[in-house]
């Protein structure tokens, strides 16, 4: 049965009460759709079945079968049957499709037609799917309608001559000459479509873009007009607000033309402090264009005082009760503070006050903004107050924050003691979350650094939080160790040498305080009681919260007897890890030998290892055995020896990298900072004739300096240089030091490159056509991920080296977070380009660029650090690769 009309058609599917009832409607008319095509040539009928087919699209049911007839009805004279045509084929047909270019005789023709809406129907169609080829057949006659009488064709063109420099940005020519003519426009349509135009072509070309900026006074008087002039119209007006589409539009193109110029930044100083004073943010209207507006100025080499302007709308923003306003304003200034760190570093204490906010998503960007904020001089505030934040925190948060809490005390710690203490915070408060890397970090920090008094305080404070709360497993694998190897340090320094064992506390035994530790209850001292009420989850929260970061920790000074009772109970706690329990047990055995003097010690200890004899877990047994042996008396003679202190935990010390405080400038691989020419490196390089200038401007560099994270790319190489790693090449299109809120690498639509390939070597040149270029080399291989470098050269650059680095997905799962860095020796120099991409399905490869200086000839070798998530787990390996032959060089 085949509904007439489409009225029918939908009542019959809304009259479904199940999906396979309405599959089945689907099923029935889409077969007598498909007769009707075969069988009636009619376009009447075509018209209505081509109605029918867009509804079931749009209920999400395939409809491929009916793209060629839309493109007959395309065909047909009638305004209302080319309406239907056009849309189906908007919606049914893409670029990528050849059917296309059976089209483009239609569009050519409907162009040319004298009906002005057939015109814009052909134009609006060219804007949503042309193609390159479609797009070159088709340019003279958007060209033409360029210069059209009517302006809904004017803007129709220009909507159409943008996507035509999108797909062929060759063609830009045939537009240029007549933007400033469409600029004047007395159309705000047009005008709009003009201006996304001429953004579009200075994207793609170079020589647009210097036209564009000749256009620089037009555009802003076009602006001016809008602030200042009587509003002509209602239509346009918003809020009370003057055409703010147009102005937001007008601002993303100043963006785009000034970006990398200062001639074209000093002509718009003067009117973004117009569009600054002259808007109204109290609406949203208003708040988007002082958004585009601050945006824009610190996205251009502005002068320092309207970047101060943009950073402190930014924080008016963070006041906002919308949270759509806060959050975005977050995001920028995130992005912002890598270049205006001290005009940021005024908002703080607004920022601060967002990390406890109800929305999520203002939460996460208020600690990425504050992370990033941390310097030498803010750390202690802001870290305790992360640290307040953080028993609270999300539980996606929290491995985050505890990570970067570890980098930004090690970063910026003035003082051992402070940097100790902080640590054992983030180890109490969040231990679970702590990766062994920093915990091995901080127990050699301790034992190797640390003088006695300092280690006599932090075994004291790791005591008395392992009395708290055992639930946080990097906290008790520290602690444990630190109370196995400081013992001596942590018992009162007047123990009498006669002190027997003093009888359990209050009544209870050893098997209760076992209990007490499983439970992660605190254990009861001499005059006190454990929490009564309070057990598992809760009671580890309540012992969290009352840690106040602002507060001192807390010191426990205990006898011998109770050292032992602590960690006899952590050994035998079900809720400890395997790795806890082992280091329990080993710093079980080595109390005998710190408490050497004390009697009764020995017997304990014994007799809580023999608890562990007969335990599933074949290292715990061989553990508790191997210690009981080397506590009975035979062995007495060679036991100081054997559990005197050990040396602290070797591992691989790998610096943090330099984006950890500042998720956001992770994305900027090829990182320019934004800043006036006298503040550009080159200008500070000190010369023969250095005079007053460059002086106060080196000075003023060094001083912005130690706002940053780190300094160079990881320092992999202990001789690399500090300016030479991830430098742009000269001809390198400047890139926003500002990330775009969307995901993109700018917030200038600089267009970056899809894909990287190696360049050609000329086979006519045999200085060039050495052995070993051109050939693949295999570096690395793991977990399915296969990487290699293919050397090549080319004629212009005799000393540089192109190292096109292949990753190649050949396991089971998808590589993503890649994160690829590398390092030379001092006498070379490296460029790093983007990779083509971050994730790398199965099967699939992604390529990224390394470009090697090397005018000494010396040999090729480098440094890497590999990063990436396969199967949810993150995988990291440092190594040298110098195998190329002699000849790459």
């Known amino acids: ?71 007959k009805l395309v065909a047909s004279p009638r305004f209302a049957d080319k309406r239907v045509g056009y849309l189906g084929v908007t919606l049914l047909l893409d670029e990528k499709q050849d059917i296309l270019t059976l089209l483009t005789n239609s569009l050519k023709t409907d162009m040319n037609s004298s009906d002005d809406y057939i015109v814009g129907l052909a134009l609006g169609t060219l804007s949503n799917v042309a193609s390159s080829e479609v797009a070159s057949d088709l340019v003279d006659e958007v060209e033409r309608l360029l210069d059209a009488p009517q302006g809904y064709l004017r803007k129709k063109a220009a909507l159409a001559a943008v996507r035509v420099v999108r797909r062929d940005p060759e063609l830009f020519t045939s537009f240029l000459p007549r933007v400033k003519a469409l600029l004047g426009d007395k159309r705000n349509s047009v005008q709009m479509a003009t201006v996304a135009l001429l953004a579009e072509m200075c994207c793609h070309t170079q020589e647009a873009l210097d036209e564009g900026r000749k256009l620089v006074p037009a555009i802003v008087q076009l602006l001016r007009v809008l602030l200042t002039s009587p509003r002509e119209s209602p239509d346009r007006e918003v809020a009370g607000i003057n055409d703010p589409f147009l102005q937001v539009a007008i601002l993303r193109l100043l ?27 109290a609406k949203n209207v208003g708040t988007a264009i002082l958004y585009e507006c601050a945006v824009t100025a610190l996205a251009i080499p502005s002068e320092q005082a309207l970047r101060v302007l943009a950073i402190n709308m930014l924080g008016k923003f963070l006041a906002n009760r919308d949270n759509n306003v806060r959050y975005v304003a977050l995001a920028t200034l995130s992005a912002a503070v890598i270049t205006e760190a001290p005009s940021v570093q005024r908002h703080r204490a607004t920022v601060i006050q967002c990390l406890r906010d109800n929305d999520i998503s203002i939460r996460r960007r208020a600690l990425d903004l504050s992370f990033a904020l941390i310097n030498e001089n803010n750390v202690k505030h802001i870290v305790t107050e992360i640290l307040r934040v953080l028993p609270h925190a999300d539980l996606d948060f929290r491995p985050s924050m505890v990570y970067r809490l570890s980098a930004a005390i090690t970063l910026f710690g003035d003082s051992l003691e402070w940097r100790v203490d902080n640590m054992l915070r983030v180890l109490s408060l969040g231990g679970k979350y702590l990766n062994a890397r920093d915990m091995f970090k901080f127990i050699r920090l301790v034992s190797l650094e640390a003088d006695e008094h300092l280690q006599r305080r932090a075994v004291r404070i790791s005591f008395a939080l392992l009395e708290r709360d055992i639930s946080q497993e990097k906290m008790v694998v520290a602690g444990t160790w630190l109370v196995g190897e400081y013992g001596d340090l942590l018992v009162a320094r007047s123990v009498s040498s006669s002190a027997e064992a003093p009888a359990p506390v209050d009544g209870i035994d050893d098997d209760g305080l076992d209990i007490l530790g499983a439970l992660g209850k605190p254990i009861p001292k001499k005059g006190g009681s454990s929490s009564p009420d309070t057990s598992g989850d809760a009671a580890a929260t309540s012992m969290l919260a009352a840690l106040d970061p602002s507060e001192e920790l807390p010191q426990a000074i205990p006898e011998p007897m109770q050292v032992v009772q602590l960690l006899t109970a952590i050994a035998k706690s079900p809720i400890v890890s395997s790795t806890s329990r082992h280091v329990a047990l080993t710093a079980l055995a080595k109390l005998p030998g710190r408490f050497a003097h004390i009697g009764g010690v020995n017997s304990k200890v014994r007799q809580a290892l023999s608890k562990h004899a007969a335990a599933m877990d074949v290292e715990t047994q061989a553990r508790a055995v191997e210690f009981g042996m080397l506590l009975s008396q035979q062995l007495d003679s060679v036991r100081a020896g054997v559990v005197d202190r050990m040396p602290a935990p070797e591992y691989t010390d790998v610096p943090y990298e330099e984006y950890v405080l500042n998720p956001t400038a992770m994305r900027m691989k090829a990182l320019t900072i934004i800043k006036r020419p006298a503040l550009q490196p080159e200008d500070l390089v000190a010369d023969d004739s250095g005079s007053a200038a460059a002086e106060a401007a080196a000075k003023r560099a060094a001083e912005a300096s130690k706002q940053s994270v780190v300094s160079d790319l990881l320092n992999l190489m202990d001789e690399a240089p500090s300016s030479a790693t991830a430098q742009l090449s000269p001809t390198s299109k400047p890139v926003d030091a500002l990330a775009d809120l969307l995901g993109r690498a700018s917030l200038s639509p600089v267009a970056a490159p899809s894909s990287l390939s190696p360049p050609t070597v000329g086979v006519n040149d045999a200085a060039f056509a050495t052995e070993g270029l051109d050939k693949e080399y295999e570096i690395y291989k793991s977990h399915g991920l296969r990487i290699t470098l293919t050397p090549s050269k080319q004629i212009k650059l005799p000393t540089v080296v192109d190292l096109l680095a292949t990753f190649y997905n050949e396991g089971n799962a998808a590589v993503s977070d890649l994160n690829f860095l590398v390092a030379v020796p001092k006498s070379q120099k490296l460029q790093i380009q983007p990779p083509s991409g971050q994730h790398i399905s199965v099967g699939s490869t992604v390529t990224q660029l390394v470009r090697v200086s090397n005018p000494t000839k010396s040999p090729v070798r480098l440094r890497i650090k590999l990063g990436y998530v396969v199967d949810s787990q993150e995988q990291e390996a440092m190594f040298e690769y110098s195998g190329f032959p002699s000849t790459v060089v």
């Open 255 to 281: 963006r785009v033309i000034a970006c990398g110029s200062q001639d074209a930044a000093d002509g718009l100083n003067d009117i973004l402090t117009l569009v600054a004073s002259q808007t109204d943010g």
């Open 1 to 71: 049965m085949s509904f007439f009309r489409l009225k029918d058609l939908i009542r019959a599917v809304r009259v479904c009460k199940t999906a396979a009832d309405e599959r089945g409607v689907i099923q029935r008319e889409s077969a007598a759709i498909r007769t009707s095509f075969k069988e009636v040539d009619s376009q009447d009928a075509r018209y209505v079945n081509i109605q029918k087919l867009l509804y079931i699209y749009l209920l999400g049911y395939p409809v491929q079968f009916g793209q060629l007839e839309c493109l």
